[in-house]
């Protein structure tokens, strides 16, 4: 069995940052790109920053420079540090990955920013 496991969403004011994971089981996780997205209410989904297996990095234009995504292979294990964050930064975030032959989605972790 393939899990995606998402944590570390929360409520934060604008400014503040969180810093979510995703933690996998039943891949070989190193030798996958990983990717994170998120959904706001009434939106499609996005992605909003990919890591690939030797550690390049892309971001959506909105988040370039103040979200980092990084891995750790011997924790099967991405990250996405969130800093400066913005109301417009309020979705479910979800962690995804291309793996044994099929698209493989966590369940998502919740991130509202708030005045």
């Known amino acids: 069995q393939v899990y995606l496991r998402e944590s570390g969403g929360g409520s934060v004011q604008p400014g503040g940052s969180l810093r979510l994971s995703c933690t996998t089981s039943?891949?070989?996780?190193?030798?996958?790109?990983m990717g994170w997205y998120r959904q706001a209410p009434g939106k499609e989904r996005e992605l909003v920053a990919r890591i690939t297996d030797t550690g390049t990095t892309s971001y959506t234009e909105s988040v370039q420079g103040r979200f980092t995504i990084s891995r750790d292979n011997a924790r099967n294990t991405v990250y996405l540090q969130m800093t400066g964050l913005k109301s417009e930064d309020t979705a479910v975030y979800y962690c995804?990955?291309?793996?044994?032959?099929?698209?493989?989605w966590g369940r998502g972790t919740q991130v509202t920013v708030f005045s």
């Open positions: 995804n990955t291309h793996a044994r032959g099929s698209d493989r």
């Open positions: 039943g891949i070989n996780f190193k030798i996958y790109p």
